[in-house]
């Protein structure tokens, strides 16, 4: 049974990792949305796009050192290059995220939170990964 459960980490380890390092990713962009939701309000439009985006920075500059070194294992010299397409890929991201709870939240009246974990969070998450996998870490560097 160990020796199942050790080949089938081996096989999707980038995976696993890939969502262990999501998560933590996840726990520190949210903790800076609640932070910043203590001195804005969800309800305003300008203020929903604030909140998002402190969250956002805060992410991307999280993830990208655990993304590079834990979940791809990159040996690309060239870093600088390398976090600015992981940045840029990060900003379509953004983008769709403010889009999602602008939406939800802003034209649905949806509550914030359901709509960033149920919605907005899974779909992120989802391209995100698909960026990184086939557009910044794809190991041709």
Known sequence: MIEKCKALFV???ELIIYVIVGGMTTVVSWGACFAAELFLNTEVSWQNFLINSIGWV???LFSYPLNRRWVFRSKNPHVIKEFSGFALSRVSTWILDVFIMWLT???WGMHYWIAKIFI????????NYVFSKLLIFNKKD
């Open 11 to 13: 096989k999707y380890r």
């Open 58 to 60: 805060a992410g991307v």
């Open 105 to 107: 939240v802003n034209i």
């Open 120 to 127: 907005s969070a899974v779909l992120v998450t989802i391209t």
